[in-house]
Protein backbone atom coordinates (compact mmCIF):
# COMPACT_ATOMS: atom_id res chain seq x y z
CA UNK A 1 0.00 0.00 0.00
CA UNK A 2 1.04 3.36 -1.01
CA UNK A 3 0.44 7.08 0.37
CA UNK A 4 1.26 10.16 -1.04
CA UNK A 5 2.92 12.71 0.92
CA UNK A 6 2.73 16.54 0.31
CA UNK A 7 5.03 16.99 -2.04
CA UNK A 8 3.33 14.09 -4.19
CA UNK A 9 5.47 11.53 -3.63
CA UNK A 10 4.69 8.07 -2.91
CA UNK A 11 5.80 6.21 0.38
CA UNK A 12 5.57 3.03 1.28
CA UNK A 13 3.11 2.10 4.12
CA UNK A 14 2.55 -1.08 6.16
CA UNK A 15 -0.60 0.05 7.30
CA UNK A 16 -3.10 2.69 7.72
CA UNK A 17 -4.86 3.29 10.59
CA UNK A 18 -8.46 4.08 10.73
CA UNK A 19 -9.16 7.50 12.20
CA UNK A 20 -12.62 8.20 13.52
CA UNK A 21 -13.59 12.27 13.47
CA UNK A 22 -16.42 13.28 15.02
CA UNK A 23 -17.95 16.54 15.70
CA UNK A 24 -17.55 18.39 18.68
CA UNK A 25 -20.01 18.63 21.49
CA UNK A 26 -21.42 22.06 22.52
CA UNK A 27 -19.75 21.81 26.18
CA UNK A 28 -16.22 20.75 24.48
CA UNK A 29 -16.87 24.16 22.62
CA UNK A 30 -17.73 26.02 25.65
CA UNK A 31 -14.28 24.22 27.49
CA UNK A 32 -12.29 24.96 24.53
CA UNK A 33 -12.67 28.57 24.37
CA UNK A 34 -12.88 29.21 28.12
CA UNK A 35 -16.41 29.27 28.68
CA UNK A 36 -18.35 28.53 31.83
CA UNK A 37 -20.06 25.22 31.25
CA UNK A 38 -23.02 25.28 30.41
CA UNK A 39 -22.75 28.89 28.97
CA UNK A 40 -24.89 28.61 25.78
CA UNK A 41 -27.57 26.16 27.15
CA UNK A 42 -31.22 27.11 26.14
CA UNK A 43 -30.54 27.67 22.46
CA UNK A 44 -30.73 25.40 20.19
CA UNK A 45 -27.55 23.73 18.83
CA UNK A 46 -27.05 25.54 16.04
CA UNK A 47 -26.40 28.80 17.58
CA UNK A 48 -24.75 27.19 20.42
CA UNK A 49 -21.66 26.60 17.77
CA UNK A 50 -22.37 29.72 16.19
CA UNK A 51 -21.91 31.76 19.33
CA UNK A 52 -18.64 29.60 20.19
CA UNK A 53 -17.82 29.37 17.23
CA UNK A 54 -17.34 33.03 16.87
CA UNK A 55 -15.94 33.65 20.16
CA UNK A 56 -12.02 34.88 20.86
CA UNK A 57 -9.80 33.02 23.81
CA UNK A 58 -9.04 36.20 25.94
CA UNK A 59 -5.85 33.62 27.38
CA UNK A 60 -5.26 33.17 23.65
CA UNK A 61 -5.44 36.72 22.74
CA UNK A 62 -3.76 37.90 26.02
CA UNK A 63 -0.50 35.50 25.73
CA UNK A 64 -0.18 36.45 22.15
CA UNK A 65 -0.23 40.62 22.94
CA UNK A 66 2.23 39.89 26.12
CA UNK A 67 4.74 38.04 23.53
CA UNK A 68 4.66 40.52 20.73
CA UNK A 69 6.94 42.90 22.22
CA UNK A 70 9.53 40.01 23.09
Known amino acids: MTTKDRLNKESQTSSLKKVRVRKLTPLEGERLQGFPDHWTTGIPN ?7 GNAVTIPVIEYIVKNLED
Open 46 to 52: TERYRTV
